[in-house]
Nanobody
Framework: QVQLVESGGGLVQAGGSLRLSCAAS????????MGWFRQAPGKEREFVAA????????LYADSVKGRFTISRDNAKNTVYLQMNSLEPEDTAVYYC???????????????WGQGTQVTVSS
């Protein structure tokens, strides 16, 4: 059983930056693909970014490409999401997730964190 805890959310002005962290416990996630998702009020949860076990392979949603960077530190069992040039449209609850299956994907995630709120003011 893996537990994921997100942190780093908050209120930021448009154009600002935030760095989200996702700490895993219970077992190592170093061999798992990890991802970030978000859900804005009244909208469905959407994929943001994913990173392969090796920390090299990455996948981004078009809406965040060039502004967000996903990374991981397997020694710390932690995944990060660096968010720059934030826009009001990025306001959402951000969730960390992992999938047991190998391979980069925007779908098929098996375990999830509780989420952290990100609010971007205009």
């Amino acid at each position: 059983q893996v537990q994921l805890v997100e942190s780093g959310g908050g209120l930021v002005q448009a154009g600002g930056s935030l760095r989200l962290s996702c700490a895993a416990s219970g077992r190592t996630v170093s061999s798992n693909t990890m991802g970030w998702f978000r859900q804005a009020p009244g909208k469905e949860r959407e994929f943001v970014a994913a990173i392969g076990w090796n920390g090299i392979d990455r996948l981004y949603a078009d809406s965040v490409k060039g502004r967000f960077t996903i990374s991981r530190d397997n020694a710390k069992n932690t995944v990060y999401l660096q968010m720059n040039s934030l826009e009001p449209e990025d306001t959402a609850v951000y969730y960390c997730a992992g999938r047991w299956s190998s391979g980069l994907s925007a779908r098929g995630y098996d375990y999830w964190g509780q989420g952290t709120q990100v609010t971007v003011s205009s």
